[in-house]
């Protein structure tokens, strides 16, 4: 059994710190991700203050589950392991609209072998990103999903690799982290927190609690914060599995020193998923980082600062075990299940050829008030092979045979749906389109959890509910903690 030291029952207790670093070169330990002259990128009144008292009431367990399969890996990649290319940078596009950039890029990138796509499709988005900044780099990733479905299935991952080449060091990073933008799964805000912890480690730093609890202090209980919250928090989880040379259970101890229980949880699951994501993809953009290749726009990424930084060695802790396909979470200690299980559907279907009913059968030996958390994670998955078709998703979560299995499977679909674009109505229009011999009331529920912290304001919240069926309004109210029952 896996056992990182437990949290403290008090913050003051807590074990000492695993970022210390030389002062002039470290992150301080004030630092957040709020730029002092920046506002949430969300809009609207948040009135339902701190997500903590909420998340510890009931929902919280599958609420941070959902949250989390939003963000995970939609899918096992498409495209293999480049080991022999790097990312170099296209010339970076003088002008052109974001739909021109994508087109010219898809005519150059989209008919190479999968091999070779990622990093030719990286070196466009990340020449445009040094030329033009993330706002046009994102606009114009969505862009080339919209023309190539390799790219839409993997965008999650692009969308890291924009955020990671976009850091250009601690001082700047809540400017950079406000810059970026939700679309794929809010990849961008992911890539920027690994990449400060990246910078961090190769300052010759350690992580302490006050570091720890300092990145996200200023979305709590803000307008419009919880999201950000979630994102910077999820994205420190991946940051903390790179910053200990993906060893996880040093990794989770990191998750360990946050003092808020939404912030600590949503660690765990950016730590479990940055697991699973450099198990079966080597080469995506976080590890060409975290291997100090040159992967940054010009002057930024977080090499850009070290460049005489050595790869860290080899992980000292299994990744993925074919032989027991519930790796790591059934080595894990029970506290860690919830984050663990939210993602290992994805190493699942890696390990059996995405077979649906293999990972099925998988689920239902989890311990059992994981199941509904597994098929969550399955339908997640579901989600992104399909790459958001809605019929075909539904079509394979009815090929499930237990109902509260396929219920909860098409709440995996439908939240990922959501999230994928940040927009509630995807979420509700999957529920909308499932046939009435299925558990349509679950399924607008959990979409309305998620609209607690992806639109926060109650009158936002009232408005995407009435996009629901008229039967089912009142689930999607009680989701969103809109009713008093």
């Not at 990649?77 to 950039?101: K, M, N």
């Not at 890291?160 to 794929?184: L, R, S």
Request: glycine share 12%; charged share 20%.
């Amino acid at each position: 059994m896996i056992r990182p030291a437990p949290p403290a029952d008090n913050p003051a207790r807590r074990r000492e710190p695993i970022l210390r670093a030389v002062p002039a070169a470290r992150p301080g330990a004030g630092t957040s991700l709020r730029p002092r002259d920046a506002s949430s990128p969300l809009t609207g009144t948040d009135d339902m203050g701190s997500p903590v008292p909420l998340l510890v009431r009931g929902m919280a367990p599958l609420f941070l589950v959902l949250l989390a399969v939003s963000c995970a890996p939609s899918a096992p990649p498409a495209s293999g392991p480049d080991a022999g290319h790097g990312h170099a940078h296209e010339a970076a596009p003088s002008g052109g609209t974001p739909g021109e950039v994508a087109a010219a890029a898809v005519s150059r990138c989209g008919g190479l072998r999968p091999q070779r796509k990622q990093a030719c499709y990286d070196g466009v988005l990340l020449g445009l990103l040094e030329a033009r900044g993330v706002g046009l780099a994102m606009e114009t990733l969505g862009e080339v999903t919209v023309r190539d479905r390799d790219v839409k299935r993997d965008a999650h991952v692009y969308a890291h690799g924009i955020g990671i080449a976009a850091y250009a060091g601690a001082e700047q990073v809540g400017t950079t982290f406000a810059a970026c933008t939700p679309e794929h799964q809010s990849g961008c805000y992911h890539g920027v927190v690994q990449a400060y912890f990246v910078d961090a480690r190769r300052s010759g730093g350690e992580v302490t609690a006050e570091v720890a609890n300092a990145l996200c202090r200023d979305y709590r209980g803000t307008e419009g914060g919880a999201w950000l919250q979630f994102q910077c928090a999820h994205g420190m989880g991946h940051g903390l599995v790179m910053f200990h040379g993906h060893d996880l259970p040093t990794a989770l101890g990191g998750c360990d020193l946050l003092e808020s229980d939404f912030e600590r949880e949503t660690c765990y699951q950016g730590a479990f998923m940055e697991n699973v994501v450099n198990a079966i993809m080597p080469h995506h953009p976080a590890a060409t980082l975290a291997q100090g290749e040159a992967h940054g726009a010009g002057g930024h990424g977080a090499h850009a600062h070290h460049p005489g930084a050595e790869a860290p060695a080899g992980p000292a802790f299994r990744a993925l075990d074919r032989s027991d396909l519930l790796y790591p979470c059934s080595v894990m200690e029970e506290r860690y299940w919830s984050a663990c299980y939210s993602m290992q559907t994805s190493a699942i279907l890696h390990h059996t050829g995405r077979s649906v009913a293999r990972t099925a059968r998988e689920c239902e030996r989890v311990p059992e008030r994981m199941r509904a958390t597994c098929f969550v994670s399955l339908g997640r998955d579901i989600s992104g092979m399909t790459v958001q078709d809605r019929a075909a998703s539904r079509r394979e979560c009815a090929r499930l045979a237990d109902s509260t299995a396929r219920a909860w499977c098409h709440v995996g679909a439908a939240t990922n749906m959501l999230h994928v674009t940040a927009r509630g109505e995807d979420g509700i229009a999957y529920c909308r389109e499932l046939p009435d011999t299925e558990d349509k009331s679950r399924c607008y529920q959990e979409v309305g959890v998620q609209l607690v912290v992806l639109v926060g304001s109650t009158p936002a919240r009232e408005e995407a509910c009435r996009a629901a069926e008229t039967a089912f309004v009142e689930s999607c109210r009680r989701g969103a903690r809109l009713t008093g029952g």
